[in-house]
């Protein structure tokens, strides 16, 4: 079988771990606890994704969240097929975070396929990234997938388009 | 280097790595082939390991690493089910790439107690200025509500104070009401101003010079009306002498708002100006940028309160001001145009109150 290490990238408390848990254990743990639990280093994680065309196992690295002390550590990057760049859509200043964690992976690796994920969707109230902001980065050519790790909305999406850019 | 130590402290330094880190190693091939296994490995759940079979089809954590560049590699505090948290070193050596595993599950401990503690309140910070941001547009609407029945009530004392059938004593009560209605309208104008220029982050501005406001034109028109004012007070407003009135003096802002920011910076020089003084309004050319000065002949202000001027609802020492937000709407307008403010006493005494604002941006290398 065909495998590909992807990593989690993103801001702090955004929600990388969430999503990860409710990509690979959603079936057999239930719902996600809403205490935050902060990631140190890099939790790896398996899961084969079905395309419809091949199955694919994913190494997912899901990453420490970056700060304004702690830079994410972009070398982690080394042998992965592609990204998911998370944001949490409640704290727009994760967006310009986000955008700077991909421009220093273009200038190490280059340009690999990638999701950003407007993660928090289920925070309606709460939502403070603009549908302009969006729309900018849509219009780059970024792949843009809102998603809640709480209700598992968008989550198997993202996951399954990361591997599907990957595979082409 | 282990050389360098004396036999018992290297003995030392190698029990506490054996003891507390459970050292394991592997060795590939140039191919990403296992060539040999060590140490503590079965710490890490690496069993059964399969020599002359490809590392990264056995370590999951390896997919992807080998065959190593010329740099060696750390990777801290990596975790997986089944594995206590393991600081990964991967270095070349003549005989192949080699991978050194050591425990940090303490230090993982440690470390991840810190960063949640001070992400919690990072967190929780970021949810009150949240929460203070969402009360101060409710404030601001509830404001601008009861602005709208004043209007009506000063319009109701006007038209009474028109009326000759009043008696003297109802005269006298309409002249009060209608002083206390123009005073609270004031007020809600100062607070709204002062929201406003909070709420409306992106309000628009002009940095081009075809219409970006002139900041000499706008302290002339300033000028001319508080005139009377100061002649009340029997105090002086001018010009700078000095100034170059044929230069160029077109800065980023909007007029409107530009001349709000003279308004408020003079008037507050006329509180605090003696009788028989003057209060100086100067331009200067600073090449890319005007810096404009407000100066006047007062008391000064005390280096205490010099810190909290531009904060909202300051007042100073003396309370002359109104209710403080006049220098925090020039603040949050003179920074939202890319500018800056503050003030300095004057070694000749008295105050300077200066705000300092970019040019247009097609006039900025050739501004006069």
Known sequence: ?168 | MMDDFPAPVAEFLRRMAIDHRAPAYLLASREGDLLTTGGSLDHYGLNGLTAGAPVEDQVLFLFGELPLGAESRSIPFVQMDGMPATDVHLFRGDEGDWIILLDASESERNQQSMQQISYDRSLNYERLEKEIRKKEILLHCIVHDLAGPLMGIRGGFELLSLTETLSEQGRELVQIGLRQSTRQETLIREILQAFASEIEQFEAFSIDPETAPDALAAAREVIAVLLPAFERHNARIRLDPALNTNAGWKVAGEKTRLERIYSNLIENALRHSPAQSTVTVGLHDEGEQVLVTIDDEGPGVPPEAGAALFQKFSQGKSGRGKIGLGLYFCRMTVEKWGGAIGQENRAEGGSRFWFRLPRPEETSEGAE
């Not at chain 1, 065909?2 to 990238?9: G, N, S």
């Open chain 1, 1 to 168: 079988m065909l495998r590909k290490k992807i990593c989690m990238l993103g801001a702090f408390a955004v929600g990388k771990t969430s999503l990860v848990a409710r990509f690979v254990r959603a079936h057999s743990t239930g719902a996600l606890t809403d205490k935050y639990h902060t990631t140190v280093g890099v939790k790896i994680d398996t899961k084969i994704v079905d395309t419809g065309d091949q199955s694919v196992s994913l190494a997912i690295w899901d990453m420490a969240g970056e700060d304004d002390f702690q830079k994410a550590r972009i070398s982690n990057l080394t042998g992965a097929g592609g990204y998911l760049l998370v944001a949490d859509g409640t704290r727009s200043k994760t967006l310009d975070t986000a955008r700077s964690i991909n421009e220093r992976v273009v200038q190490s690796f280059g340009a690999l396929p990638f999701v950003l994920v407007l993660n928090k969707t289920d925070l309606t109230e709460d939502w403070e990234i603009e549908e302009t902001a969006i729309r900018q980065l849509i219009d780059r050519g970024w792949r843009v997938i809102r998603s809640s790790a709480r209700s598992g909305a968008g989550v198997e999406e993202a996951f399954t388009l990361l591997t599907q850019l990957m595979l082409r």
